[in-house]
């Protein structure tokens, strides 16, 4: 622990000059982002951050989030201070390869929880690590979350404020670096610490206000956060952009550039300097949840029953929550059509009510996640669309969770299309190393959920709203990548490939088909990232032609994926897609799905149509 105000000065003097020596050695970066936040950072590090470098997985570790990922420069510089990386290290700050990327992420840095640098996300997240530590954990690590004045523009800083505000998170704290100055120039508020105060203290914090540069103030401030006693604090400190080189000090046009002087710079800081802070050490502490073994045992049916596979979801996730104590649900206030309310109403201690704040949704299933709980957050699948950026930064934190879309596509009936997700297989496609799945039924759908525990990466399920038939006995088995033919004959004229809803209908299609004369081949790809290439490729060589049906819009979903399936330079089978390319209205399902031509009838007769034009064998 540092002692004295002149330590903590020169701790903030070095995070400076090693802010602008990495930039200079890039060639890029945000060194006066760096230079504004150096005294916060150096109280932090210096007197209140209780931290183990050499364990970073200890479980009484404080949390600490750079939410302006741009300053990275002092996150580097700290780590230095700390022992936790070499000069030489430092000074690779950009390269190709380097562990220290423009904007932090945990790739390779094991002291990094989660990647920012998309503004808006640290305190979101960190909301998720709070209660994380407050509920489940029950250990009183204390969540640092710095803050630039820019992202309090964002909306999502707002979520997370009113959510930590009626969960009493006082093992949180927001440190707020007001310099004032933006991108372009001057931020909406400047330096009206009142402005942000107010807004703060409306959603329920505790606020000091303090100059970002008198270290024992700052100190004093994270006193006052420690001590406050439910309520989370936000400290607004009052920085100049540049702080320390009177040619940058609160300049416009300097953001995102190293200094244009850098030897200069370092010398009006007062040179290079070697000070290592000896960071407080975590108290010892154990995770208080111990994963069950539990056997799991997933709701049966009898064939034929009519289940919606939105409620068997809810069915396997509580028998998910039974077997293992590390699951957690998550809900954005449509538990009631979701169904995490089974879970809810099993296991409560484990269920997050986020309201509808779908940012904070996905956010606090990133900060679960990051301290090892394995999350399945759920909502409609349209308004999945609103957090696609967090999904997006989730993708870049290597974050395992789980997300769960209900009332998908024009299936849904008389709601209209402001409640249909008809985008979110392309969203979800598009994300790097995710996994998504489209079950059919209610069994399908309990494997599914219970296989999703064990997957890396971003996950998503999508359920439907109305009732399905059973079609698959309990002991079936849906590996992921995988697929399931439902018929199959030596003289099947095409396959039609269907997913979700649109398996019933492919089935009544090729029962009526097979009536008239026409075989047809039926594959229910419920794994649509990864696609089952070789059941696709095979399918192809046997009947010619492929005939996908999508209850989605007919880019990026279903008929994409099975195109995917053929882009290794083999030649590519006749493909015909029967998607939704209309803007739906309110009709009962049938009639949505009559009208998207997506229904058997449909499918029946596009079959048809390509028989008698002879386009298919």
């Not at 006193?223 to 989370?232: N, W």
């Not at 209900?406 to 008809?422: E, K, N, R, T």
């Not at 399902?589 to 034009?613: H, K, N, T, W, Y």
Request: include cysteine; glycine fraction near 10%; aromatic fraction near 6%.
């Amino acid at each position: 622990m540092t002692n004295n105000s002149d330590q903590l000065e020169a701790i903030a003097q070095q995070l400076r000059v090693d802010s602008v020596r990495a930039a200079a050695a890039a060639g890029s970066g945000h060194p006066t982002s760096s230079m504004s936040a150096a005294d916060l950072m150096a109280v932090l590090i210096g007197r209140h951050l209780h931290y183990d470098f050499d364990r970073p997985d200890h479980p009484g570790n404080d949390r600490f989030i750079l939410s302006k990922g741009h300053a990275s420069p002092l996150l580097y510089a700290a780590y230095k201070a700390a022992g936790a990386l070499t000069d030489h290290e430092l000074l690779t700050f950009r390269e190709q390869g380097s562990r220290l990327e423009g904007h932090p992420t945990p790739r390779a840095l094991p002291w990094v929880e989660v990647a920012t640098g998309s503004l808006g996300q640290g305190l979101p997240v960190g909301v998720g690590m709070a209660l994380s530590g407050k509920r489940l954990d029950r250990i009183p690590f204390r969540v640092w979350v710095l803050c630039g004045d820019s992202e309090l523009a964002e909306g999502s800083v707002w979520e997370a404020a009113e959510h930590a505000g009626y969960e009493h998170l006082d093992n949180l704290t927001a440190v707020v670096d007001v310099n004032r100055l933006g991108q372009r120039g001057p931020t909406r508020h400047e330096w009206q610490l009142s402005a942000y105060a107010d807004r703060f203290r409306a959603f329920g914090w505790h606020v000091v206000e303090t100059d970002g540069h008198d270290v024992d103030a700052v100190d004093r401030a994270c006193l006052e956060a420690g001590s406050t006693v439910g309520q989370p604090t936000v400290i607004l400190a009052r920085t100049v952009k540049g702080r320390g080189v009177a040619s940058a000090e609160n300049r416009e046009g300097l953001h995102g550039k190293p200094l244009p002087d850098p030897e200069a710079a370092v010398e009006e800081l007062g040179g290079m300097r070697d000070v290592r802070v000896e960071v407080r050490r975590p108290a010892a502490a154990r995770t208080m949840h111990a994963v069950r073994s539990g056997h799991l045992e997933l709701p049966r049916h009898a064939l034929g029953e009519a289940v919606a596979t939105r409620t068997a979801y809810g069915q396997a996730l509580a028998a998910l929550g039974t077997a293992r104590g590390d699951v957690v649900a998550l809900d954005g206030e449509v538990g009631d059509s979701t169904r995490t309310e089974y879970f809810a109403k099993e296991h409560p201690d484990r269920f997050f009510e986020c309201y509808i704040a779908e940012q904070q949704l996905v956010a606090a299933a990133v900060g679960l996640a990051a301290r090892g709980w394995v999350p399945y957050a759920s909502t409609f699948a349209a308004f999945l669309t609103r957090a696609h950026d967090f999904v997006r930064m989730a993708a870049v934190s290597g974050a395992d969770i789980n997300l769960v879309g209900s009332h998908a596509g024009v299936a849904i009936g008389q709601d209209g299309p402001s409640q249909m997700g008809l985008e979110d297989l392309a969203l979800f496609r598009a994300v790097h190393g995710s996994t998504v799945l489209y079950p059919c039924d209610a069994h399908q759908t309990g494997q599914l959920v219970a296989s999703m525990a064990g997957l890396d990466g971003i996950s998503y399920l999508r359920t439907s709203r109305g009732d399905a038939p059973v079609i698959y006995g309990p002991d079936e088995r849906f590996p992921i990548g995988g697929s399931k033919v439902l018929r199959a004959g030596d003289t099947d004229r095409l396959t039609v490939v269907a997913a979700g809803v649109t398996v019933h209908e492919a089935l009544t299609a090729a029962e009526a088909l097979d009536r008239e004369g026409i075989a047809v081949r039926v594959i229910d790809l419920y794994s649509v990232k990864p696609v089952d290439r070789r059941t696709l490729r095979d399918a192809a060589e046997r009947t010619g032609c492929l005939m996908t049906v999508e209850d989605h819009r007919e880019q990026g979903g279903l008929g994409d994926a099975v195109l995917d399936a053929f882009t290794d330079g083999r030649p590519v089978p006749r493909l015909v897609r029967l998607a939704v390319r209309t803007m739906p209205g309110s009709a009962s399902p049938e009639e949505q799905l009559q009208a998207a031509g997506i229904d058997a009838e449909s499918i029946a007769a596009a079959a048809r149509l390509l028989v008698e034009e002879g386009m298919v064998r």
